[in-house]
Nanobody, 123 residues
Framework: HVQLVESGGGSVQAGGSLRLSCVAS???????MGWFRRLPGQEREGVAA???????NYAGSVEGRFTISQDNAKNTLYLQMNSLKPEDTAMYYC???????????????????WGQGTQVTVS
């Protein structure tokens, strides 16, 4: 059973940076994984994803500012967030799947496992 634990959220001023981490247990990376965020009152939206053997995918709103990566030795997924904006304020979730899917990378339905979330606040 895969478990995901996020960390690294916090409060930062606009223009600042944060790095989110997601440690996976119960499965050995690499794994198809992604980051989602939920803005207040909205559905989860895909931020970035990294699939085995493929290039990373990014939402248009974060491309060029965020970088997703995996460290297989540490069984950890990262999201480096630079040039943060107030509109990036959200709860950020790590997601993973170990099977195939017909859903796009930015659909929550593409993932079977979720972390508990870490809050990012940009002011």
């Amino acid at each position: 059973h895969v478990q995901l634990v996020e960390s690294g959220g916090g409060s930062v001023q606009a223009g600042g940076s944060l790095r989110l981490s997601c440690v996976a247990s119960g499965y050995t990376l690499p794994m198809n994984m992604g980051w989602f965020r939920r803005l207040p009152g909205q559905e989860r939206e895909g931020v970035a994803a990294i699939y085995i053997g493929g290039s990373p995918n990014y939402a248009g709103s974060v491309e060029g500012r965020f970088t997703i990566s995996q460290d297989n030795a540490k069984n950890t997924l990262y999201l480096q967030m630079n040039s943060l904006k107030p509109e990036d304020t959200a709860m950020y979730y790590c997601a993973a799947r170990t099977t195939g899917t017909w859903y796009r990378w930015n659909s929550p339905r593409a993932y079977s496992y979720w972390g508990q979330g870490t809050q990012v606040t940009v002011s």
